[in-house]
């Protein structure tokens, strides 16, 4: 992933800067149909495992960014969250979650956003994330920066642990599987001064990338909950990479993403931990 050789391919074959664009227009689309209908959502249905959840919202903002996003670009790949992929003919794949964050959405928690990514032969090189509570808009394109409301951003400078505030999250499975980030959630906790689970990938990586946040792991995530986030941490100056060890791939579905100051002790202390016996909260 982020390969040097990749952006001198993509630079000579895209226009980075055009899609980028692209990228902000679409995340503003999500953030408008969010505002206008928070609160008022009309349907919430289950799809199929516990806590995972669709509303109409969910739906509305992806087909108006599919639809743009095919008028704009009509030869690049989508892959939604909702309705799944619609191939192209380019090696260039727009990667779509339109509500990120669909529980706290529901339940009037303030805390979502939609994340637009584009990746090429699997590689995260640009994405938006819109935080419409925070009137926030996030974006980056690989080689050009960071960029949250259009000031430059970067991670943070926290060096240790002990200093540090990180963020997590649990996947949809955890109700199913010891690798569930329960027993290094509690561990981490008593390292730092503190874990936030705030319950929005994107928005986490977004928070990474402007150091509100020191650090972020999870895993069972998906592309679309990474595809924006991972290049914003990036450009960022952060370093993003598998947990506990081993390089980024988005087909993982895992990600630790921090300060490069805290990556070494982080990555330490993460392998430190046992997942706890499900017998414990079953």
């Known amino acids: 992933m982020f390969e040097d050789q990749n952006l001198i391919e993509i630079n000579a074959e895209i226009d980075l800067t055009n899609l980028t664009k692209i990228?902000?227009?679409?995340?503003?689309?999500?953030?408008?149909?969010?505002?206008?209908?928070?609160?008022?959502?009309?349907?919430?249905?289950s799809k199929g495992r516990k806590g995972d959840l669709v509303t109409n919202v969910d739906l509305e903002v992806e087909e108006k960014i599919k639809n743009y996003l095919s008028?704009?670009?009509?030869?690049?790949?989508?892959?939604?969250?909702?309705?799944?992929?619609?191939?192209k003919s380019s090696e260039l794949t727009w990667c779509i979650d339109p509500l990120d964050g669909t529980t706290n959405y529901s339940h009037g928690y303030p805390f979502f956003g939609t994340s637009?990514?584009?990746?090429?032969?699997?590689?995260?090189?640009?994405?938006?994330?819109?935080?419409?509570?925070?009137?926030?808009?996030?974006?980056?394109?690989?080689?050009?920066g960071s960029y949250c409301n259009d000031k430059k951003i970067m991670v943070s400078d926290t060096n240790t642990l002990t200093d540090s505030l990180l963020v997590t999250g649990f996947s949809y499975d955890r109700f199913d599987t010891e690798d569930n980030n329960y027993a290094e959630f509690c561990y981490l906790t008593h390292k730092t001064r503190?874990?936030?689970?705030?319950?929005?990938?994107?928005?986490?990586?977004?928070?990474?990338?402007?150091?509100?946040?020191?650090?972020?792991?999870?895993?069972?995530?998906?592309?679309?909950?990474?595809?924006?986030?991972?290049?914003?941490?990036?450009?960022?100056?952060?370093?993003v990479s598998d947990y506990p060890n081993g390089e980024f791939n988005l087909s993982t579905g895992r990600i630790l993403a921090c300060s490069p100051r805290l990556e070494e002790e982080l990555k330490l202390e993460l392998s430190k931990v046992t997942p706890l016996n499900r017998q414990l909260y079953t």
Do not use: M
């Not at 227009?25 to 959502?41: D, H, P, R, S, V």
């Open 23 to 45: 990228a902000k227009e679409c995340a503003l689309i999500g953030n408008e149909i969010l505002i206008k209908n928070y609160n008022k959502i009309q349907t919430i249905n």
């Open 194 to 239: 503190g874990v936030r689970r705030g319950g929005a990938a994107a928005v986490d990586l977004a928070f990474v990338a402007s150091g509100k946040v020191d650090g972020y792991w999870e895993r069972g995530l998906e592309i679309w909950d990474l595809a924006a986030g991972a290049i914003i941490v990036k450009e960022a100056g952060g370093t």
């Open 116 to 144: 637009i990514g584009l990746i090429y032969k699997n590689n995260p090189i640009l994405g938006s994330i819109s935080v419409p509570y925070l009137s926030e808009l996030y974006s980056a394109c690989i080689g050009k």
């Open 71 to 87: 008028f704009k670009t009509p030869d690049i790949s989508i892959h939604a969250e909702e309705s799944g992929k619609l191939i």
